[in-house]
């Protein structure tokens, strides 16, 4: 509150307020009731978990042994395929070593060589994939994202209001999701936003808006602020071929099967709208179904500002930082300013083109923070803060990626494709991009949207190209609609995490993911034909 003394805050820089601590615990940090699953939810998961180990055989044996006179490859393919999806949806094992264990069984089963399996592993995509986390690893160590965060959150008026604090939540959220994942974002700045909304409830209890023994976990603008963090991440993420796995995978797949190549400004262009067009429905659908119960604040400013202070100046650490993935970007861009400036055409653009591929960029832009001194012998970044990146997705996309090529290779995707075409009759561009976006929407709210991608984009591809349609619009429905998981907390990573901080009720979540998706299903499908054609990704 403004003109009384300064919340205390403890080593992490959160407020220690009979408020805040009520709302730490048993949240995100320290809490019993985070880590461990209430009853309902344990069981369901052990039955999740043995569902997985009896149906994975079953399911692999039995279609492996049906007559269907289908080439001896495509079938064993098919076979191993579908044990992998039922092992990603019941996680009776981790989901990457479920891609793994998919990877070996194609080789020993003798669908294919092991050379060949395992070449797309090694593809441009992946090292992109690799360098963008070094990168967003360093932004998180060394505090550069949290302190774009807290600059965002401190720009004069923005404290003032729950609606612009929600509203900055949500733009902080994006812009560093377009940039590093959608779960460590929203990891990172959950302490920021439990600390303001611990502001929000002290200031509520002192003006008797509420009654002494109300629990702050409960508010609607506690599920509002925390839901926009979520929803944030997931329309960033859209935005950039790094912003979240599906779209690595997408991308790859589509230039995989069809040889157009997608680029980073061509995807930005294309995304962006649809992201922003999201963003502001999810301000709107927040409010309508989280009305908050006081509009006016006071006091969050000086929390923000407070918090702000404690980061001090910029450390060598995160100028180096901020310089690698300065060069990185640049880097990225050049070919698109070259090709503007010299015409696509030309000898000069290709070599650049050719040059700077975007894994070998992204590869050499997280060199930098390991070469890039911060003191006397050390480095911006050291192999064992390199480790702590998430390489389990990194894992899952590889085995993404070697599915899709081995559905084009083995002709599966092909006859998987005439007979969906054969079995639902979709023959237009417009039917196929709804059937596109409505089957990853749909799978996603149930399974990893990176093992969404996985499987709906080398299905959907020779689908369109069955109906003799461009394969790429519909691909490019699905690898978007793979991040529109809003409705449960296992549809994305980043929802179970503000599921877990005890603001938001199962209900809750729901009703604002339905509307979500409904108006997520309107923009996707609306708008992904005339986007991809006016930045030249399709004809």
Request: proline residues 6%; hydrophobic residues 55%.
């Amino acid at each position: 509150m403004a003109g009384e003394p300064t919340t205390p805050t403890d080593q992490e820089g959160r407020p220690r307020t009979d408020v805040t601590r009520a709302l730490m615990e048993g949240g995100g940090y320290g809490g019993s009731d985070t880590n461990e699953l209430s009853p309902g939810e344990a069981r369901f998961e052990r039955i999740r978990h043995t569902v997985g180990w009896i149906l994975t055989p079953v399911v692999v044996v039995g279609f492996a042994l049906l007559p269907l006179g289908m080439d001896p490859r495509q079938q064993l393919l098919a076979a191993v395929l579908l044990g992998v999806v039922v092992m990603w949806v019941c996680e009776p094992i981790p989901i990457p070593v479920a891609g793994l264990l998919g990877v070996c069984a194609v080789v020993l089963l003798g669908v294919a060589p092991a050379g060949d399996v395992l070449a797309p592993f090694g593809s441009t995509t992946v090292f992109t994939f690799i360098g963008a986390f070094i990168l967003a690893q360093a932004m998180l160590r060394h505090g550069l994202a949290r302190r774009l965060a807290f600059f965002v959150l401190s720009l004069p008026g923005v404290g003032k209001s729950t609606l612009r604090i929600i509203i900055a939540f949500g733009l902080v959220t994006a812009m560093l999701s377009a940039l590093i994942s959608n779960t460590a974002t929203v990891a990172m700045l959950l302490p920021t936003a439990l600390g303001i909304l611990g502001v929000i409830a002290k200031l509520m209890q002192d003006r008797g808006a509420v009654r002494p023994d109300f629990d702050p976990k409960r508010l609607r603008v506690g599920a509002a602020l925390m839901l926009m963090l979520t929803y944030g991440a997931g329309m960033g993420g859209l935005v950039t071929p790094v912003g979240t796995p599906p779209n690595l995978i997408g991308r790859g797949l589509i230039e995989e099967a069809t040889g157009e190549r997608i680029s980073i400004v061509q995807w930005f262009l294309t995304a962006l709208p649809i992201a922003l067009i999201m963003l502001v429905a999810v301000v709107v659908v927040l409010f309508l179904v989280n009305p908050p119960e006081i509009r006016r604040i006071e006091g969050v400013e000086e929390h923000i500002r407070e918090q702000r202070a404690l980061l001090g100046p910029m450390a060598r650490a995160e100028v180096n930082t901020l310089v690698a993935f300065a060069v990185t970007v640049s880097l990225w861009l050049a070919p698109a300013v070259v090709g503007l400036v010299s015409g696509t055409d030309s000898t000069v653009y290709a070599a650049v083109d050719d040059t700077l591929d975007e894994g070998i960029v992204a590869v050499l832009g997280a060199c930098l923070l390991f070469l890039l001194p911060v003191g006397r012998g050390r480095a911006t970044m050291r192999w064992k803060d390199a480790q702590a990146i998430d390489w389990g997705t990194i894992l899952l996309f590889g085995t993404g990626m070697i599915f899709g090529s081995l559905l084009t290779g083995t002709g599966l995707a092909a006859t998987i494709g005439n007979g969906a075409h054969g079995l639902f009759g979709i023959g237009t561009q417009f039917a196929l991009v709804a059937f596109s976006a409505l089957l990853a929407m749909t799978i996603s709210e149930t399974t990893s949207n990176t093992a969404t991608a996985a499987v709906v984009v080398p299905i959907v591809i020779p689908l369109a190209v069955a109906a003799g349609v461009d394969p790429v619009v519909p691909a490019m429905a699905a690898t978007l609609g793979a991040s529109f998981g809003f409705m449960l907390p296992v549809s994305t990573p980043q929802n179970a995490i503000v599921y877990g901080s005890g603001t938001v009720p199962l209900l809750t979540m729901i009703k604002t993911g339905i509307g979500l998706n409904i108006v997520g299903t309107v923009t996707l499908i609306g708008l992904i034909v005339p986007l991809t054609a006016l930045t030249g990704i399709s004809g």
